[in-house]
């Protein structure tokens, strides 16, 4: 039997920034999670963290970080995971991050007992350092978040493979792998929310009093081997975590209705229904599937309708899946009148000697009509699903150039929009609104002014950076 490990994001808080005489540098240390149930309902038990407290030295600390809009502005601002569902060199889907490293956990995980309303608590934290001199701008807004008392929340990631649930509660047991932290935005800068952490106790300490903790010395109990020929198959799971969150309850409610060899990834939340991909390792029943059920939420309790549930498929939007064969039995048809109709004309011209023939072939005219008109709304359907799917891609690919240009406002007019539902066209129509789409971008191009302060950008993804083709319409068009 194979076993699975699951990844979880645990919301956490900057705890403390230190000053250092190496300018690269900017030490800190994360308070990283307590031993109390999180908000997404699962608890790390203290023996639990102490074992994996060695895992986190090494570990990068990311950030997705959102230039300010205008110069000496208070308008920049830190993302989340920026996770999303991409696929592996051997194409298998996997969960990505699109963060960047800006720093490192530079000590093994400790105890340290901090006072909360309720008392003192123990919680487990590390020492790290933040790359300053290469990412100061997101350095500099931490420390002016630091500087007005803003708590400065994180995420950590753990690997796991085992863990029991009681009462909709998931305890987490060994073995456990920290196993890198992300730097959430922590104040409201714009179109930038803030993004909640799940254990509360977590805080920042006073650049002015720097208190200094007692760390525990531990050795991590030792691990079970592997035994002979087991394999280990990792899946993701990560939780885009908020107070009001209800990925988590849905979680709750679906997981436990899964097999041991089967585990879930909610894909999408909306009102009323949600989608999830199960997917099953066991040897005589493995597959990978999405599926839509329906649920309702009143104040923090859901309701899943598993009766609902229904298998999808993905387009630009989630779809009860229409049989393929529909589509083919409209083309089919269609080929078929298409013959028939000639056979009519043919029969005309010497309407006496086929006169038998022309009776026939109206009839299966007539009753193929019918059964079009029947088709039609399938037809219809596709045909709405392709143009929404167009129409999104168009708008995806002209809103990163227009905001790439700081041209939100433009992108967002009647003019744009006419012309981006115009150049899904075919034909002289949406070359023409293709063209006008591209020499607007071209006219929001100006040459930076020149200064004296070199500015380095680096990509967490690197691939693609440099397009093979750099002619005009690779630029600009898709």
């Known amino acids: 039997m194979t076993k699975k490990q699951k990844k979880r994001s645990c919301q956490l808080q900057l705890n403390e920034i230190k000053q250092s005489d190496d300018p690269t540098k900017l030490p800190c240390t994360f308070i990283i999670f307590d031993f109390e149930v999180s908000h997404n309902n699962a608890i790390i038990p203290k023996e639990v963290a102490l074992e994996a407290s060695p895992t986190i030295i090494n570990k990068p600390i990311v950030a997705k970080y959102y230039e300010v809009e205008d110069i000496n502005t208070s308008t920049d601002a830190l993302g989340s995971h920026e996770a999303y569902l991409g696929t592996d060199k051997h194409g298998e889907l996997e969960v990505k991050m699109g963060t960047t490293p800006i720093g490192v956990f530079t000590s093994e995980g400790y105890i340290m007992e901090i006072d909360t309303p309720e008392g003192k608590k123990e919680v487990l934290a590390a020492d790290a350092v933040l790359w300053s001199s290469r990412f100061n701008d997101a350095c500099e807004l931490l420390q002016e978040w630091y500087s007005r008392g803003i708590n400065i929340n994180t995420s ?21 792998y920290l196993a890198g932290h992300a730097i959430l935005n922590s104040e409201k800068r714009g179109e930038h929310d803030v993004v909640l952490p799940a254990y509360e106790s977590s805080k920042l300490l006073s650049f002015n009093e720097l208190q200094r903790f007692e760390k525990l010395v531990f050795q991590a109990a030792s691990k079970e081997n592997q035994k002979e020929g087991e394999t280990v198959d990792k899946f993701k799971k990560v939780f885009e975590l908020s107070h009001s969150d209800i990925r988590t309850l849905l979680y709750g409610q679906l997981d436990p209705t899964l097999n041991k060899e089967s585990d879930s990834y909610i894909a999408d939340v909306y009102d009323s229904y949600f989608i999830a991909n199960v997917y ?6 493995s597959y990978d599937k999405y599926y839509k059920f329906n649920y309702t939420r009143t104040g923090d309790v859901v309701s899943i309708d598993f009766e609902s549930k229904t298998e999808v498929f993905m387009t630009r939007n989630w779809e009860e899946v229409v049989p393929e064969s529909i589509q083919t039995q409209l083309n089919q048809k269609e080929e078929t009148i298409n013959d028939l109709t000639r056979q009519v004309n043919e029969a005309k011209q010497n309407k006496i000697e086929i006169e038998q023939q022309f009776d026939s072939a109206s009839e299966k005219l007539v009753q193929l009509n019918s059964e079009v008109e029947q088709l039609r709304p399938y037809k219809e359907k596709h045909e709405k699903a392709l143009f929404e799917q167009k129409l999104n891609e168009k708008n995806e690919f002209y809103k990163a150039k227009f905001e790439a240009l700081k041209a939100e406002d433009k992108f ?20 023409k609104a293709v ?44």
């Open 156 to 176: 950590c990631e753990i690997l796991y493979s085992n863990y029991t649930v009681q009462d909709g509660t998931e305890f987490i047991q060994s073995p456990v």
């Open 435 to 478: 063209l006008q789409l591209n020499t607007m971008l071209v006219d929001l191009v100006s040459a930076p002014a020149e200064t004296n302060t070199t500015i380095r950008e680096f990509s967490s993804k690197r691939e693609n950076l440099i397009p093979n083709d750099d002619s005009f319409e690779s630029r600009f068009s898709q």
């Open 412 to 431: 967002s007019s009647e003019e744009v929009q006419n012309l981006i539902h115009a150049s899904i066209k075919q034909g002289e129509e949406g070359e």
């Open 280 to 285: 099953s390792w066991a040897d005589e029943n």
